[in-house]
């Protein structure tokens, strides 16, 4: 029967009743399982972003989420790689319980982010190969598959070009093939196909039916393309407000809409339907006046045929430029679903009894290794940065040294000398600690960068620790140029202190700490810039780095005594002048004091799992 005038055929269809969306299948078919999934906000009132979720990903299957911005897709996401802690609920990926052991399941997820990708200072085969590595697999193995993936993905020519001199489409593909590395048992793509060109984009398809077939990859693709949906998908779930509101193949969701036949007709240019005929046209179903002459509307399939050729013999066959007859697209269920979908809760059976996992065992060797290679990135993320390096390494410890000794009537007193040489080589270590550590970790954080990290199978403590070693090794520089600058412009003699060797590092470890513990604490990226900055006016005006604590006010000396800085100079002076007292204990005892305060807090605010 043909649907009455003025309906649309696909609101009235049986898919407003949801499908059943558990399949019965073996455990051991189902690497995927989520039960009564329940992800809340705070509020007033609180936000729901997932409700009461359950459905099954099947192995080998390359299983579709769908749904406007909004939908809860994102948020799903995170708790299915273990990085936020649903309100209620179970998930459970090869038997790991996420919830209870969210790390262990990082190693069986391969993630490609809409965001930035990690790691994208890099070579793209070195970046390949990094990733491989930090995802557990030997030497050999991550060689091995790297220069695959280079092949098949046909990035041969781009193999030595830093991931972030490509361009949007080729930084893309080369993080599809960063997702593939390790092997991974599930595959998660978000936006897989952004900005690739046609060619490479049914190579990224190609390559998925590729593993899907020969290795029963199992992938979880979230897209906004329903034409992907449609031509790679084999089950796909249709989100609305945290919901799920439809569930099974592309074809099954169209059928279920009713089965009916799309009619596109065509006039010719400058040429409409009369209203005597779009009442005639009216009686099969909704017409839809797509532009000037182009209709559409929904017919019953044993009515299509004839009253196709009435409609033909009504208006006449040189009046028409085009006529086609066709089932209704997924994008046209979709965004019927779309609209329809509030208020709407399918009726699911109880959770089954899911299999218990113990947590995974800890291996201290994979901790080494992902701070050897994330310590390695870090460092030779410098060849884009030489320029900011070299200018608060060199020149400005120099230019510091220089110049500061020329105040009024010049300072050649060696208790002044010592303030400006140890003052120039806090300043450098504090730019590079405080203000770079503090403004990279909240670009991280803004870009993405920071949530690709913590979905690789690495510990917080590692990620860290790479981060804050690379800059005691950056800060090198910054210390020596200042002391080399002393006695080769004044001839200031300096003692070479063993000592220094406990000053420099735990100056430069504290100082990262503060910084990182800002950037993660301070979430707008502007007034993080102001604060930094300002801090480091500070040591420059008012703390005791540069000038003598005694030629200070009071209120600007106790201010000085807040910072790090203050005990930083006062130590590295106390070392080059030969002097390591009770004043210098305290010094050192501030720093680790501090250091361990900067720990704690980036404990408490780096998101690396949203509780």
């Known amino acids: 029967m043909s649907p009455p005038s003025g309906s649309s055929p696909l609101r009235e269809s049986p898919l407003a009743e949801p499908p059943s969306l558990l399949v019965p299948v073996s455990a051991s078919q189902v690497p995927v399982s989520v039960r009564n999934l329940v992800r809340t906000f705070p509020g007033e009132p609180p936000q729901i972003a997932n409700d009461q979720l359950s459905f099954d990903i099947h192995r080998g299957e390359i299983f579709g989420l769908l749904g406007p911005n909004g939908a809860g897709k994102t948020t799903l996401v995170m708790q299915l790689m273990g990085l936020m802690r649903p309100t209620s609920g179970h998930i459970q990926i090869e038997h ?11 190693s069986l997820i391969g993630f490609l982010p809409q965001g930035e990708l990690a790691l994208n200072y890099l070579e793209v085969e070195r970046a390949l190969h990094y990733t491989g590595r930090l995802r557990g697999q030997s030497e050999h193995d991550a060689r091995t598959q790297s220069r695959q993936i280079i092949e098949q993905l046909g990035l041969g020519s781009f193999r030595s070009r830093y991931v972030n001199h490509l361009s949007g489409g080729m930084s ?12 991974p048992r599930l595959l998660i793509l978000d936006e897989p196909t952004n900005e690739l060109d046609p060619h490479k ?58 089965g009916h036949i799309r009619l596109e007709l065509q006039l010719k240019e400058g040429l409409r339907l009369e209203d005597r005929e779009l009442e005639q046209l009216r009686r099969h179903g909704q017409v839809i006046e797509v532009r000037g002459g182009h ?20 208006l006449g066959l040189e009046r028409v430029e085009d006529l086609r007859l066709a089932p209704p697209s997924l994008e046209e269920v979709y965004l019927d679903l779309d609209r329809s979908a509030a208020g709407e809760t399918p009726a699911l059976p109880p ?30 993320e410098v060849r884009h940065t030489w320029a900011w390096n070299a200018v608060f390494s060199l020149f400005m410890p120099v230019a510091m040294v220089f110049g500061l000794s020329r105040i009024g009537m010049g300072l050649s007193d060696r208790t002044s000398l010592l303030y400006i040489v140890s003052g120039a080589a806090v300043f450098s270590v504090a730019t590079e600690g405080i ?15 920071l949530i690709y990290y913590a979905s690789l199978p690495i510990s917080q403590a590692s990620f860290v620790a790479s981060i804050i070693l690379s800059r005691v090794f950056i800060v090198f520089p910054g210390v020596i140029t200042p002391l080399l600058a ?23 470890l504290s100082f990262s700490g503060v910084g990182m513990m800002l950037g993660s604490a301070i979430r ?42 203050t005990y930083a100079a006062d130590a590295l002076r106390r070392a080059l002048d030969g002097a390591v007292d009770l004043r210098f204990a305290v010094d050192l005892a501030v720093l680790a004091a501090m250091t361990l305060v900067s720990f704690a807090g980036l404990s408490r605010w780096m998101r690396w799992r949203v509780d």
């Open 96 to 106: 790991v319980d996420v919830v209870r052991d969210p790390d262990a399941v990082k």
């Open 172 to 183: 893309r593909l080369v993080g599809f093939g960063m997702a593939l590395m390790g092997h």
């Open 201 to 258: 984009r049914r190579l990224v398809w190609d390559t998925l039916d590729q593993l899907n077939r020969e290795q029963g990859l199992t992938c979880l693709l979230v897209t906004h393309n329903v034409l992907e949906a449609e031509r790679v998908i084999h089950r796909l779930a249709v989100m609305d407000r945290g919901r799920i509101i439809a569930l099974g193949t592309p074809q099954d969701i169209k059928q279920r809409a009713g």
């Open 295 to 314: 209709y559409r509307t929904y017919l019953d399939p044993q009515q299509a045929a004839p009253s196709s050729v009435e409609l033909i013999q009504a």
């Open 351 to 380: 959770p089954p009894r899911l299999e218990e996992a113990a947590p995974s065992p800890r291996r201290p060797g994979r901790h080494l290794v992902a701070l050897k290679y994330l310590w390695i990135a870090h460092m030779l």
């Open 435 to 449: 203000l770079t550590c503090a403004q990279r970790i909240a670009m991280m954080r803004k870009d993405g960068r």
């Open 486 to 508: 002393g006695w080769l412009l004044h001839g200031i003699r300096l003692e070479l202190s063993p000592w220094l060797l406990v000053v420099i590092p735990l100056t430069a």
């Open 524 to 565: 707008d990226l502007d007034l993080l810039v102001v604060i930094t900055n300002a801090l480091i006016s500070v040591l420059l005006l008012a703390a005791p780095v540069f000038i003598p604590e005694e030629a200070l006010p009071s209120p600007l000396r106790a201010m000085g005594f807040l910072l790090p800085p």
